[in-house]
Nanobody, 129 residues
Framework: RVQLVESGGGSVQAGGSLKLSCVHSGSRYRNYCVGWFRQAPGKQREVVATIYTGADATNYADSVKGRFTISRDNAKSTVYLQMNSLKPEDTATYYC??????????????????????WGEGTLVTVSS
């Protein structure tokens, strides 16, 4: 199983920025899909962005394109989510998830969310207007 620990959440005013970190460990594989999800109170969990740690293959939800950037630092076993131009509707608990089977994603579509089966505990992001 992949162990995941998120950090970097907090409170920020609309228009501000935050950078979330996800440290991943415990896998016997070198590369795998990692994704950021979020869940707002009373709403379903939704995918925000995904990345394959073996390449710069990324995908984004339409709601965050142009504002959020997912990136990786394999030397630090960390995946980041840089969030700019934050809006009150970005308020949610943000979760990191990873593929315990290290399946290689299709080049054309990137990491399927169905690959992401191991989860962290989440970090809360609050954006005030």
């Amino acid at each position: 199983r992949v162990q995941l620990v998120e950090s970097g959440g907090g409170s920020v005013q609309a228009g501000g920025s935050l950078k979330l970190s996800c440290v991943h460990s415990g896998s016997r594989y070198r590369n795998y899909c990692v994704g950021w999800f979020r869940q707002a109170p009373g709403k379903q969990r939704e995918v925000v962005a995904t990345i394959y740690t073996g390449a710069d293959a990324t995908n984004y939800a339409d709601s965050v394109k142009g504002r959020f950037t997912i990136s990786r630092d394999n030397a630090k076993s960390t995946v980041y989510l840089q969030m700019n131009s934050l809006k009150p509707e970005d308020t949610a608990t943000y979760y990191c998830a990873a593929d315990p089977l290290a399946r290689i994603p299709p080049i054309s579509t990137g990491c399927p969310t169905t690959f992401l089966e191991d989860w962290g505990e989440g970090t809360l992001v609050t954006v005030s207007s």
